[in-house]
């Protein structure tokens, strides 16, 4: 499989320094980092500036230049896709993936008519704070994690909200998540426990 990484920062925080360390370290042959021509000039700059290693500035000097990116218009977004979508296709990739969580929720609008399957890694924090209790699923814990954290009633169901539509919206993205959802968070604590639990020798009736 060739994964294609669209990678559009507009700095280079510690995310993205992420990004490219493990971009460093897949085989050069099975992906292909694209990058808007501007962004691309801007990262090499700021890489530099804060020192990264040589290694890692070459995976930013090596990227494939896209148009340059110039607004932030959800259409403008949506528009821009299709040619990081045809890049993509035309460079032999077999999977599209968007590394840094800012993206917004119209840039995956329409992704389902994409020649190449979209990925996302999703590395946001709880719209509600740190994951402060276990009790409960879904909305009710939710609710009661804002609460722990200070976080009033109303403006956690507007959180939940427009969590719930950002997934919809992005319905059939292959969605790679860290903490951007509780009832992530939860399965994820369920397959830890499995693990747990298998690796525990059986002990001898």
């Given at each position: ?23 460093s ?15 691309k ?119 939940y ?34 693990r ?10």
């Amino acid at each position: 499989m060739k994964v294609a990484i669209y990678f559009a920062p507009s700095f280079l925080g510690g995310g993205e320094v992420r990004t490219l360390e493990v971009t460093s370290r897949f085989p050069r042959d099975r992906y292909v980092l694209l990058m808007p021509r501007n962004l691309k000039a801007k990262a090499l700059n700021d890489a530099r500036r804060l020192g990264l290693r040589e290694d890692l500035i070459n995976v930013l000097r090596d990227a494939h230049e896209l148009d340059d990116y110039i607004s932030r218009d959800p259409l403008y977004s949506i528009i821009y896709r299709r040619r990081v979508e045809r890049a993509a296709e035309r460079l032999g990739a077999d999977l599209l993936y968007a590394p840094v969580g800012a993206l917004k929720t119209g840039f995956f609008v329409g992704h389902g008519t994409s020649p190449v399957r979209w990925a996302r890694l999703l590395q946001a924090s709880l719209p509600v704070g740190s994951l402060v209790t276990e009790e409960g699923d879904g909305l009710r814990l939710f609710l009661k994690v804002a609460a722990l954290n200070g976080i009033d009633a109303a403006t956690a169901l507007g959180r939940y909200v427009r969590l719930a539509l950002n997934s919809r919206a992005a319905l059939g993205v292959l969605d790679l998540p860290c903490s951007v959802g509780i009832d992530t968070v939860r399965a994820q604590q369920g397959r830890d426990k499995d693990r747990r639990d298998r690796a525990q020798p059986r002990q001898r009736r």
